[in-house]
């Protein structure tokens, strides 16, 4: 609006030939200012045009630059990617290394080696190829901790496309499982992907979650496409105890009902351009989904996924490298161990500690059965 009435007086009022602004007034010549002819303007309408000018264009340009920024959005070209590593059947954990020392989350939780694994069946494969990885549920005094599991893939990756089949999730009081990537050895440094996770009876929804060193924000104002909710914005782990950034799913995606519903796919794909995850209810899988090993899945064509993680204020490759693929279900901890979250749901009672030393029948539920993972590179 100001700029249109500088210009149009720009343009039209001052005269080609210079000619005094004044008007007459009866038969007296009274020279008056005009407003509308600059020859005419005192310093302090100078002064007022140029603040306003000025004003006006570094509104412009904040403007343009803030607007530029709204709108910046990696370009997610598609890849051709092909099959690298298969997970699954009856060597499905021979891919895997068991950790077994004291548990870096702080669980109620005894981590089993590969043979006691075996041997005391918290891992097993079935006759249809699947894998499981379970809560002991035996022991009905465990008043150290219970046994549980946790694996890492010996393969590392810093890109690709990660499917996994699930066929169930974990879930009951005091448990806090996740499929997720990391490097254990060099954490947060090279960072972590949490593709599923959830605490007690995990009927909240998955919650994917990055975690990295600073200076890795997928910040609040910055575009995104994704279904999920976000939830926090800052992936350095020195920000509110490590929370992350995460995004939370539909209360669909993880425990009773996304068990009930099949399970389903979930697919995560890392790149320079940024980390998406997708959740795929069996019902619902994309056409180059249906037979798996998928021989060529493409996710430019899978629609919205349910986290995006984009490289806008977070260097993708510097922050995530050399990550394995990490299954577990670990008891309390830092998480599902707080007082207000184990509590939270009202059939969880006392204290987790409690509850997981006594309630070993409570943890029939708490399994991850896996269909198998498939990772794929960039051709
Ligand atoms: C081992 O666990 C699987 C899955 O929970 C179960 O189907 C199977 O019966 C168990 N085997 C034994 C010997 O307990
Ligand atoms: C549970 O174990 C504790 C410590 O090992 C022992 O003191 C207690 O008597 C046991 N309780 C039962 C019911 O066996
Ligand atoms: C990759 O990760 C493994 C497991 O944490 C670690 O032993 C190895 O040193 C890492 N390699 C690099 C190059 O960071
Ligand atoms: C974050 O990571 C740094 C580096 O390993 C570590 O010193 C610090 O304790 C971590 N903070 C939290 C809250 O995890």
Sequence with gaps: MYLHEKSQATATV???????????????????????????????????????????????????????????????????????????????????????GYDPAHGFVHYVDAAGSAAQNLTSTTSTNTAILRVDTSDTNATTGRKSVRITSKQTYSTGLFIFDIVHSPYGCATWPALWLADESNWPFHGEIDVMEAVNVADAGNQVTLHTSRGCKIG????????????????????????????????SSFGEAYNNAGGGLYAMELRAQGIRVWNFPRASLP????????????????????????????????????????????????????????????????????????????????????????TYNAV
Excluded: M
Aim: net charge negative.
């Design 220 to 251: 609040k104002s910055r575009k995104r496409k994704e279904t999920g909710k976000a939830l926090s914005y800052d992936c350095y782990n020195g920000t509110n105890s490590n929370e992350g950034c995460g995004v939370q799913g539909p209360t």
């Design 287 to 374: 056409s180059d989904l249906q037979s798996l090993p998928a021989s060529a899945p493409d996710p430019s064509a899978w629609g919205t996924p349910l986290a995006d993680f984009p490289n806008l204020e977070c260097d993708i490759s510097s922050h995530f490298k050399n990550q394995s693929i990490i299954a577990n279900i670990d008891l309390c901890g830092d998480w599902a161990g707080q007082a207000s979250v184990f509590n939270a749901d009202a059939q969880c009672t006392g204290t987790c500690s409690d509850w997981v030393a006594n309630e070993a029948s409570s943890f029939e539920s708490a399994f991850w059965e896996f269909g198998g993972f498939w």
């Design 14 to 100: 001052i005269p080609s030939s210079p000619a005094p602004a004044y008007r007459e007034i009866g038969s007296e010549t009274v020279s008056r200012p005009s407003r509308f002819n600059p020859r005419g303007w005192r310093w302090k309408t100078w002064l007022i045009v140029g603040v306003v000018t000025i004003v006006v264009i570094i509104a412009a340009v904040v403007g343009g630059v803030l607007g530029a920024r709204a709108n910046a959005y990696p370009n997610y070209s598609k890849v051709d990617y092909k099959l690298q590593d298969t997970y699954s059947g009856s060597s499905f954990f021979d891919n895997f290394d068991y950790f077994t």
